[in-house]
């Protein structure tokens, strides 16, 4: 007997919804982007988003059952994003997806979305299983985690300060390429030299994992404003590729340094910016040296998507886990409170 | 005919089913906690009281604003949601119709205000005749001054009978209503002051026999008011709408011509004056 959960992703600014079987197999993958919305804002706006969510949302689960071939009351639970992430965004997919369980009197089965990312890695490595060392990179997060179990997670560190895929916004803002930032710097820094500006990479002190970007940022910042009171002419492939490297470079030492430290040899990368060019070079370039194994999902299912939140229903699933009524959207959600 | 009705456009969390114009049952709770902990579990709780089979629900009924966007949006989501499973359109009824129909059918004008901060209440300006709530100004943000005002410019036909006001937005308003308000006027009791899904529901059911409900999937909350980027948008770019609501926001119960109810009011009032005449004359 399969398993198939039909799940809901709501919580920043995709609506998507998929069915996913036992866990591994997509039956559908459906993305609403309201990327172009918000450019115009030059980044997210909550509002706006939690009102193209709920403009959208049945369009996009019903296309989800549609292309499963399911109706609901074929599927075995619905399973929502609950957090990390925007409240008014969240608390759509959370009502959509707890009405439609109970209308068709299914479980329902409250998800967070790191876990969403970290179990995106199963689709297409199905070969990957815990334990292993997780980087979750994306607009709102940075995680660097020991995937102990399924389900089961212990944090070594993350950012103090802006995610990692912040960084991007900001810095591609103040260089003029506008949002989203992480494709574009990516994009403009393939023509600059990474070695052209040394911006320093942030240690956190006392927590040997943790990142910190608002100063590599800053960094940026300062280059420019000094650029500007002398005149200088600032090649922006230059700086891009400067700013990426810098972030690049302490992601990877992170990881790899962590790796070493626990005698772990299996790394699953994830999230929005794990589709970063320069990023999946650099970490595949270091495990390659150190022998590790590299596992990191294709682009579709590293940015936002309900899938990875079907695969990590699953596992939730077999294990008993199910919400209640009352499940609530929990904006700030922690990966151990879970 | 069974409506599920929802209200979460304020504090109060409201549910209701109504079933062949009967009112099997109501939960409203007017309490601290978020609509997504109370909403779905309230209307659990009804569903099995009443033994409630999901499958014979032929519509869903909610209240679809004005109201906090949060609120709105975790009615709407969840009618939407249950729209989309069972496969049954929503009745989208405005909030102030919905809190008016408390008062069906008294006399006189009903007007309910929410409290829609910014110095500012919701309101819409209502009266029965018969069974049929009229609009007689639709519902629209306003400052209790300006309210006021409104009510006051009415002609006498209209405001006679007086006002009742009702609604969480009450206390903006009582105080100043009570100093400078020469309509008469007086405000709904507790129990008849807020959202109640019941009354959302039965004002639904005569909306879904006139054939006024859409598609799950077509539903969209009632904000009236564009979110506060593109407010400031559109300060920068010179066309300053402030708080006015976007054309597609306004949908009425039933709206007459104000100039026109006024008129009937009239020609009714000399033929009962005329009636009386002739009746003294009889005598």
């Given at each position: 007997?399969?398993?198939?959960?039909?799940?809901?992703?709501?919580?920043?600014?995709?609506?998507?919804?998929?069915?996913?079987?036992?866990?591994?197999?997509?039956?559908?993958?459906?993305?609403?982007?309201?990327?172009?919305?918000?450019?115009?804002?030059?980044?997210?706006?909550?509002?706006?988003?939690?009102?193209?969510?709920?403009?959208?949302?049945?369009?996009?689960?019903?296309?989800?059952?549609?292309?499963?071939?399911?109706?609901?009351?074929?599927?075995?639970?619905?399973?929502?994003?609950?957090?990390?992430?925007?409240?008014?965004?969240?608390?759509?997919?959370?009502?959509?997806?707890?009405?439609?369980?109970?209308?068709?009197?299914?479980?329902?089965?409250?998800?967070?979305?790191?876990?969403?990312?970290?179990?995106?890695?199963?689709?297409?490595?199905?070969?990957?299983?815990?334990?292993?060392?997780?980087?979750?990179?994306?607009?709102?997060?940075?995680?660097?985690?020991?995937?102990?179990?399924?389900?089961?997670?212990?944090?070594?560190?993350?950012?103090?300060?802006?995610?990692?895929?912040?960084?991007?916004?900001?810095?591609?803002?103040?260089i003029?390429l506008?949002?989203?930032?992480?494709?574009?710097i990516?994009?403009e820094a393939?023509?600059g030299?990474?070695?052209?500006?040394?911006?320093?990479?942030?240690?956190?002190?006392?927590?040997?994992?943790?990142?910190?970007?608002?100063?590599?940022?800053?960094?940026?910042?300062?280059?420019?404003?000094?650029?500007?009171?002398?005149?200088?002419?600032?090649?922006r492939a230059d700086l891009a590729a400067s700013f990426q490297?810098?972030?690049?470079?302490?992601?990877?030492?992170?990881?790899?340094?962590?790796?070493?430290?626990?005698?772990?040899?299996?790394?699953?990368?994830?999230?929005?910016?794990?589709?970063?060019?320069?990023?999946?070079?650099?970490?595949?370039?270091?495990?390659?040296?150190?022998?590790?194994?590299?596992?990191?999902?294709?682009?579709?299912?590293?940015?936002?998507?309900?899938?990875?939140?079907?695969?990590?229903?699953?596992?939730?699933?077999?294990?008993?886990?199910?919400?209640?009524?009352?499940?609530?959207?929990?904006?700030?959600?922690?990966?151990?409170?879970? | 005919?069974?409506?599920?009705?929802?209200?979460?456009?304020?504090?109060?969390?409201?549910?209701?089913?109504?079933?062949?114009?009967?009112?099997?049952?109501?939960?409203?709770?007017?309490?601290?906690?978020?609509?997504?902990?109370?909403?779905?579990?309230?209307?659990?709780?009804?569903?099995?009281?009443?033994?409630?089979?999901?499958?014979?629900?032929?519509?869903?009924?909610?209240?679809?604003?004005?109201?906090?966007?949060?609120?709105?949006?975790?009615?709407?989501?969840?009618?939407?949601?249950?729209?989309?499973?069972?496969?049954?359109?929503?009745?989208?009824?405005?909030?102030?119709?919905?809190?008016?129909?408390?008062?069906?059918?008294?006399?006189?004008?009903?007007?309910?205000?929410?409290?829609?901060?910014?110095?500012?209440?919701?309101?819409?300006?209502?009266?029965?005749?018969?069974?049929?709530?009229?609009?007689?100004?639709?519902?629209?943000?306003?400052?209790?001054?300006?309210?006021?005002?409104?009510?006051?410019?009415?002609?006498?036909?209209?405001?006679?009978?007086?006002?009742?006001?009702?609604?969480?937005?009450?206390?903006?308003?009582?105080?100043?209503?009570?100093?400078?308000?020469?309509?008469?006027?007086?405000?709904?009791?507790?129990?008849?002051?807020?959202?109640?899904?019941?009354?959302?529901?039965?004002?639904?059911?005569?909306?879904?026999?006139?054939?006024?409900?859409?598609?799950?999937?077509?539903?969209?909350?009632?904000?009236?008011?564009?979110?506060?980027?593109?407010?400031?948008?559109?300060?920068?770019?010179?066309?300053?709408?402030?708080?006015?609501?976007?054309?597609?926001?306004?949908?009425?119960?039933?709206?007459?011509?104000?100039?026109?109810?006024?008129?009937?009011?009239?020609?009714?009032?000399?033929?009962?004056?005329?009636?009386?005449?002739?009746?003294?004359?009889?005598?």
């Open positions: 007997m399969s398993v198939d959960i039909l799940a809901i992703e709501t919580s920043c600014d995709e609506t998507a919804c998929a069915v996913v079987r036992d866990g591994r197999e997509i039956l559908s993958n459906v993305i609403y982007t309201q990327i172009d919305m918000h450019t115009e804002f030059g980044g997210v706006v909550p509002e706006l988003a939690s009102r193209a969510h709920i403009d959208k949302i049945n369009y996009v689960v019903q296309k989800a059952l549609n292309d499963a071939g399911k109706t609901i009351d074929e599927v075995d639970a619905v399973a929502v994003t609950y957090g990390p992430g925007l409240v008014g965004a969240l608390l759509v997919g959370v009502a959509e997806a707890k009405a439609m369980a109970w209308a068709a009197g299914k479980p329902i089965i409250g998800v967070h979305h790191i876990e969403g990312h970290i179990s995106a890695n199963y689709i297409e490595h199905p070969e990957l299983t815990p334990p292993y060392l997780g980087l979750i990179v994306s607009g709102g997060h940075t995680h660097l985690v020991v995937v102990e179990d399924w389900s089961k997670y212990r944090i070594l560190g993350r950012t103090v300060d802006d995610a990692a895929g912040e960084a991007y916004d900001k810095v591609a803002r103040a003029g506008g949002y989203p930032g992480g494709p574009k990516d994009r393939k023509n030299d990474p070695l052209a500006v040394h911006f320093p990479i942030a240690h956190v002190n006392g927590s040997e994992y943790d990142f910190s970007f608002s100063g590599i940022k800053s960094a940026v910042l300062n280059y420019l404003n000094h650029a500007q009171m002398t005149g200088d002419t600032v090649n490297k810098a972030v690049v470079d302490v992601l990877v030492e992170h990881t790899i340094r962590a790796a070493k430290d626990l005698k772990i040899d299996r790394i699953g990368m994830a999230g929005g910016v794990a589709s970063n060019s320069a990023l999946r070079a650099a970490m595949k370039e270091a495990c390659d040296r150190e022998g590790y194994a590299l596992y990191i999902p294709s682009p579709i299912f590293c940015t936002d998507n309900a899938a990875m939140i079907g695969v990590a229903a699953y596992h939730e699933y077999m294990a008993g886990v199910r919400s209640g009524w009352d499940l609530n959207a929990v904006p700030n959600l922690k990966l151990e409170e879970r | 005919m069974k409506i599920l009705a929802l209200d979460s456009s304020g504090l109060v969390a409201s549910v209701a089913i109504i079933a062949d114009g009967t009112l099997l049952a109501e939960y409203t709770v007017n309490y601290k906690k978020t609509h997504s902990q109370t909403l779905l579990p309230m209307l659990d709780e009804i569903a099995r009281m009443v033994e409630l089979d999901r499958k014979t629900i032929d519509a869903i009924a909610v209240a679809a604003g004005p109201g906090s966007f949060t609120g709105l949006r975790i009615g709407s989501a969840t009618a939407k949601g249950l729209g989309l499973a069972l496969g049954k359109p929503i009745i989208e009824v405005p909030t102030l119709a919905g809190i008016a129909f408390n008062l069906g059918f008294v006399r006189g004008l009903v007007c309910p205000v929410m409290d829609a901060r910014r110095q500012q209440v919701y309101s819409g300006i209502y009266r029965f005749e018969g069974d049929r709530l009229i609009t007689v100004r639709d519902q629209t943000p306003v400052s209790v001054t300006d309210l006021i005002a409104e009510l006051e410019g009415l002609d006498d036909a209209l405001t006679s009978e007086g006002v009742i006001f009702l609604g969480d937005g009450v206390p903006v308003l009582r105080e100043e209503a009570n100093r400078t308000l020469s309509v008469p006027h007086t405000y709904a009791p507790a129990h008849l002051c807020m959202q109640r899904a019941g009354a959302v529901g039965v004002l639904a059911a005569q909306l879904y026999a006139e054939g006024r409900y859409v598609p799950a999937e077509k539903h969209t909350p009632i904000y009236l008011r564009k979110s506060q980027a593109e407010q400031q948008r559109d300060r920068m770019n010179g066309n300053d709408t402030g708080n006015e609501p976007a054309e597609s926001d306004l949908i009425s119960v039933q709206v007459e011509a104000a100039s026109k109810v006024v008129e009937e009011l009239r020609v009714r009032a000399q033929m009962e004056a005329g009636k009386a005449a002739e009746t003294e004359d009889v005598l």
